[in-house]
């Protein structure tokens, strides 16, 4: 294949829609660019003054020396800022036609009728169309894109932002912080459970164009909240880049679930940073999918700061031909009674390769931490790879600790059995692969389940076939 | 680098924690499992006591097929005494029937500290079997009731539970020592 861009040719998502920008910013990152990006915004003084910051950070930081490969990355030909329309739209029908098809092509407002309340659509850099039920509202929940919820509550915004996730924590962290634009804004009051998952899509559509969004979660005593991001990017030929934050502070007795299935196409380099404080007897949840993108580097994080916080986290990821999935989890055991849970599933075929990173810290004082990792990963063929990489770190002895980890290929007894049933070999396959990433499609929202196991069979048959 | 031939089996025994050595000790294990059907079985067993600090490095590659490692490390930590293990196990494309295992247990008593316990695997290759697992903690707080309730102290019955825990790898160190597989002490 040409300049080892890989696509398969029925990428199911793979299409694109001509672009049709009221604004874009010129290629490359300087300060004028984040200049113009903050006064296109109208944004306070001080996001300006961050934002500036944050770039020099991000110039003055390496890149990192670990992970996967990051080499092809160029920060001078990518677009920082796109915005496709002027204001945002009330209801499906004004946005623009072509917006409209690319979203009717991934099923949104089938998904929308059914049961999904709220829909933030990140086409490009902007949330371009919100609708958000009456009855949270009413409640006092905030769910906005990220520039109106700085508009609306800045002083929120203010108070929270880059906390969980300073722009010095690392390079992407930095761009984020530098140019970011659209993402959610969720505020959920004290003692109010949101139901509904909230649900935000989100896409990538220009070449060489960067995604930026910024997420910042904000669960209040006692309240819950489920928040779902899916991704679903058309085929480009140059890479692209994605960097996104996302910053959960889930107070005293409050839970937040965040679930991520991400499918960008495989050329895009898929850096995100994701990070959740836990106060006294929260619960953090992570379920985290990926799919798609040419290179993952992404591990949710929980910081357990309360007493008997509990964090969580699910990952799944697949690599197929030209991908490298470089994710995991951490989870920082800072307070006593904390406990938590990494459970991840990788499946590689077609030369891919998938590695689970992962962190578990233990501080001094931080007595009756109670941690499990189990990370299984399914090698599909000879030439690809699977990589473990834990590490632990248990500066307490009152604590249980425990990793476990297993690499098999798909069992050829239970390929056997199931085709002497009559199915091929794809199906089969397709079958084993889809039982063994159960424990974490389980925990997903059904019709992200049903384009999951669509998406396997998909991938299987690329493998095989 | 330990390179291990065709057909051949070793033994190789890690002792981190006779009083008669120094107390900051670190250790880099290379194996290569470069001939088909080469064996290797790493027992490591670490005690740690005062402000003690020990380090212990496996590398291990299977580079033919049907090649097979085990590593298990067990380590028991009192006082002030940290102790950090990093393992890689590598099986290299091609190296096709490998039988991978990399295992480590750590015992933390008082003030004692796992700094960094990453028992890594690298998979090139499908036709394999390849595991590791790690735990960390104390010992276990109903196996102790249950010692101290038929009337043991609770030192006596951490130190039974103790023994037990190393007590598998120390039969392995006895038995080696007497026959002719090499063993190392460092």
Known sequence: MPNGVIVPTDYKYGFSKPESYVFKAKKGLSKSVVEQISSMKNEPGWMREQRLKALEIFFSKKMPKWGADLYAINFDDIYYYIKPIDRQAKSWDELPKEIRETYDAIGIPEAEKKFLAGVTAQYESEAIYHSFKKQWEDKGVIFLDFDSGLRQYPELVKQYFGRAVPAADNKFAALNSAVWSGGSFIYVPKGVSVDIPLQAYFRINAANMGQFERTLIIVDEGAYVSYIEGCSAPVYTVDSLHAAVVEIFVKKGARCRYTTIQNWSSNVYNLVTKRAFVEEEGTMEWVDGNIGSRTSMKYPSCYLVGQRARGEILSLSMAGYGQHQDVGGKLMFLAPDTSGEIISKSVSHSSGRTSYRGLVKVIKGAERVKCNVRCDALILDEKSRSDTYPTMQVGEDNVRISHEASVSKIDADQLFYLMSRGLSEIEATSLIVNGFIEPVVRELPLEYAVELNRLIQLNMEDAIG | ?186
């Open chain 2, 1 to 186: 680098m330990i390179i291990i031939d065709k057909n051949q089996v070793k033994l190789i025994l890690i002792l981190l924690g006779s009083s008669r050595q120094a107390r900051t000790i670190n250790n880099r294990l290379e194996v290569v499992l470069a001939g088909e059907n080469a064996s290797i079985e790493v027992v490591g067993l670490v005690l740690g006591k005062g402000d003690e600090s020990r380090a212990l490095e496996a590398y291990i590659t299977h580079a033919a097929p049907n090649t097979k490692s085990n590593v298990k490390v067990r380590a028991v930590l009192r006082d002030k005494s940290t102790f950090a293990f990093r393992g890689n196990v590598r099986i290299e494309r091609g190296a096709k029937g490998a039988d991978a295992y990399l295992r480590s247990d750590a015992l933390l008593f008082d003030e004692s500290k796992m700094s960094d316990d990453s028992p890594a695997l690298e998979i090139l290759e499908p036709e394999v079997k390849a595991g590791h697992a790690a735990t960390i903690g104390k010992v276990d707080e109903q196996m102790l009731f249950y010692l101290m309730s038929r009337g043991l102290s609770r030192s006596r019955s951490e130190k039974l539970l103790i023994q037990g825990f190393i007590n598998p790898l120390l039969e392995k160190l006895k038995l080696a020592s007497k026959s002719k597989v090499k063993s190392f002490e460092f």
